[in-house]
């Protein structure tokens, strides 16, 4: 499974009403278009820091890079990537 479709999985399973994985685009927002609250931004951010082993810093705690699902998505895979290279440079 590629990480945009486990990306999508995971919001679904944060958000309190039933979202079809397959309504989220690019372009979604996730405060807007799902409803995400404060407290479902912090479970995704807490979500994904164990499930990919990074670290969300706090220079990436920007509302854009949380809430806009392509933002979000280039974020992870920007620091899944550095992860591996700094793996692959041991």
């Known amino acids: 499974m590629d990480i945009n479709q486990q990306l999508k999985?995971?919001?679904?399973?944060?958000?309190s009403h039933e979202v079809q994985i397959?309504?989220?685009y690019d372009e979604t927002v996730l405060t807007v278009d799902l409803?995400?609250?404060?407290?479902?931004?912090?479970?995704l951010i807490v979500e994904l820091e164990?499930?990919?082993n990074i670290d969300i810093e706090d220079?990436?705690?920007?509302?854009?890079?949380l809430t806009v699902?392509?933002?979000?998505f280039?974020?992870?895979?920007?620091?899944?990537?550095?992860q591996g290279d700094n793996v692959?440079?041991?």
């Open 74 to 82: 280039d974020m992870v895979s920007e620091k899944l990537k550095i």
């Open 50 to 52: 164990t499930k990919y």
């Open 59 to 65: 220079d990436d705690l920007d509302i854009e890079n």
């Open 22 to 24: 397959s309504d989220i």
């Open 69 to 72: 699902y392509k933002n979000l």
């Open 35 to 43: 409803g995400f609250n404060s407290i479902q931004i912090v479970n």
């Open 9 to 15: 999985e995971i919001i679904a399973e944060i958000i």
């Open 88 to 90: 692959d440079d041991c």
